[in-house]
């Protein structure tokens, strides 16, 4: 297998500086050698190069970091990003459901998928946690695509047997459409399955207790949903479900919530809640531009800290704002701010990469740059624009990070680095 090494300023926080103090590693000067897609070592370029006589080694400018990990996004709402109107249950009737609905042509899905993975690509994002629709073709759509680039990419099609016209499957159909994806697409490249009922509010009962089956029967698949995002939602759950004691009983008591489950939002889930959810080893996907947009609510990530809650960061596009993870942890800040909590840079990062890895269960095999991960990077250039210029030269590392958070994007993405290969560029957009 042949070596190739990259040279270069690189960071990564494969641990969580929230628990560790030595999280953060970084190189002023490093070497990055990969080997059949992973990490062979990684070190300074001083120690490092002279244990790899002949080794082809490429100078890569800037900073590089390990490939961005978004824990929740929709690829059918690209084209519905930046919708003007409505909270949460009017945004999706009005604007969501009408734009999934054209998922049911293959063609629409064949063309969305192949957008959704060059935008991820040119935004640095090498893996993520994606809600498809209520048609199976649509994950077919996704997975043929992210398998031929390679990507690390989770999705599963949408369980919603109580969903509005046009856009249902039946409680029965719709976990056998599930069961044939799982077995079509099992161990096949770099993909993997979650449950995905939308809601606790478009799925019967019947639906529900399938998708515990399903989950219990397949212990390599996530349990991907929505939980405790808007205030109208968590009223109209309690109608629909009085036996209930709060939203997250309801995912308890069909089997829902485990160490493989990811809840999205969770932004106003009482302590008992937050509690519930760290003993079962859940986690939540914080999704700050969304619920900025959507006016959803300000995500308490110090008490699901303190409760001892896994947490990644979400996109949640069309809700979200922007594809970009940097941009996303800028927004995160903003939310720390409103509720009078400062996010580190460095934890901010640590949430982007390594700790949306350990969301989705894959803290062994990305988001840390660790030697025997897979060679997934970013090569980000903190001067990508006169602003970031003017904010980040000569200044020191955590100030030209935070600088890319608030003022980065796709722009400050150089290149994306997919198995130790280049994927996409700035200049040239994604390849296939
Ligand atoms: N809850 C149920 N469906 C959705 C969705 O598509 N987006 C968001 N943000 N929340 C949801
Ligand atoms: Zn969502």
Same mark, same amino acid.
């Given at each position: 297998m042949s070596r190739h090494g990259f040279r270069g300023e690189i960071l990564s926080v494969p641990r969580d500086p929230l628990r560790h103090d030595d999280a953060i590693r970084h190189l002023a000067d490093g070497l990055l050698v990969v080997e059949g897609g992973r990490v062979c070592a990684i070190g300074p370029y001083a120690t490092l190069a002279p244990r790899f006589?002949?080794?082809? %080694?490429?100078?890569?400018?800037?900073? @590089?970091?390990?490939?961005?990990?978004?824990?929740?996004?929709?690829?059918?709402?690209?084209?519905?990003?930046?919708?003007?109107?409505?909270?949460?249950?009017?945004?999706?009737?009005?604007?969501?459901?009408?734009?999934?609905?054209?998922?049911?042509?293959?063609?629409?899905?064949?063309?969305?998928?192949?957008?959704?993975?060059?935008?991820?690509?040119?935004?640095?994002?090498? *893996?993520?946690?994606?809600?498809?629709?209520?048609?199976?073709? *649509?994950?077919?759509?996704?997975?043929?695509?992210?398998?031929?680039?390679?990507?690390?990419? @989770?999705?599963?099609?949408?369980?919603?047997?109580?969903?509005?016209?046009?856009?249902r499957d039946g409680a029965e159909s719709g976990l056998a459409e599930s069961a044939a994806l799982i077995a079509r697409w099992r161990g096949r490249g770099r993909l993997g399955y979650a449950v995905t009922p939308r809601f606790a509010l478009t799925s019967s009962p019947d639906q529900?207790?399938?998708?515990?089956?399903?989950?219990?029967?397949?212990?390599?698949?996530?349990? #991907?949903? #929505?939980?405790?995002?808007?205030?109208?939602? @968590?009223?109209?759950?309690?109608?629909?479900?009085?036996?209930?004691?709060?939203?997250?009983?309801?995912?308890?008591?069909?089997g829902l919530v485990g160490p493989r489950s990811v809840f999205a939002h969770g932004v106003h889930l009482a302590p008992d809640a937050m509690a519930r959810l760290a003993a079962a080893g859940s986690g939540i996907a914080f999704c700050p531009s969304s619920n900025l947009f959507l006016g959803s609510g300000l995500f308490d990530l110090a008490a699901a800290d303190a409760a001892g809650v896994r947490v990644g960061l979400g996109s949640d596009?069309?809700?979200?704002? *922007?594809? *970009?993870m940097l941009a996303t942890c800028g927004e995160a800040y903003? @939310?720390?701010?409103?509720?009078?909590?400062?996010?580190?840079?460095?934890?901010?990062?640590?949430?982007?990469?390594?700790?949306?890895?350990?969301?989705?269960?894959?803290?062994?095999? %990305?988001?840390?740059?660790?030697?025997?991960?897979?060679?997934?990077?970013?090569?980000?250039?903190?001067?990508?624009?006169?602003?970031?210029?003017?904010?980040?030269?000569?200044?020191?590392?955590?100030?030209?990070?935070?600088?890319?958070?608030?003022?980065?994007?796709?722009?400050?993405?150089?290149?994306?680095?997919l198995a130790g290969r280049r994927a996409a560029t700035r200049e040239t957009g994604a390849f296939r």
């Open positions: 006589a002949g080794l082809t %080694i490429e100078p890569l400018a800037g900073l @590089i970091v390990p490939g961005f990990v978004d824990t929740h996004v929709h690829y059918p709402q690209l084209g519905a990003i930046a919708a003007h109107g409505g909270q949460l249950l009017e945004w999706l009737e009005r604007h969501i459901f009408p734009a999934e609905a054209a998922f049911a042509d293959p063609d629409h899905a064949a063309r969305m998928a192949r957008l959704f993975c060059d935008a991820l690509l040119r935004h640095g994002t090498t *893996s993520a946690l994606v809600f498809a629709t209520v048609h199976p073709g *649509s994950v077919e759509a996704l997975f043929r695509e992210a398998l031929a680039r390679d990507m690390r990419l @989770i999705a599963g099609k949408v369980l919603m047997d109580l969903g509005p016209d046009g856009l529900l207790t399938g998708a515990g089956a399903l989950l219990a029967r397949h212990p390599d698949i996530l349990l #991907h949903t #929505h939980i405790a995002e808007n205030r109208a939602e @968590i009223d109209a759950v309690a109608a629909a479900f009085p036996q209930d004691r709060d939203y997250l009983a309801v995912y308890e008591r069909f596009i069309g809700a979200g704002t *922007s594809l *970009s903003k @939310i720390g701010q409103l509720r009078g909590d400062t996010l580190d840079p460095f934890r901010a990062l640590y949430l982007a990469t390594a700790g949306g890895a350990a969301l989705l269960g894959l803290e062994d095999r %990305i988001g840390g740059l660790r030697p025997g991960q897979d060679a997934d990077f970013v090569q980000l250039d903190p001067a990508a624009t006169p602003l970031l210029a003017l904010r980040t030269a000569g200044r020191p590392l955590a100030e030209r990070l935070f600088a890319l958070h608030v003022l980065g994007d796709d722009r400050a993405v150089a290149a994306t680095f």
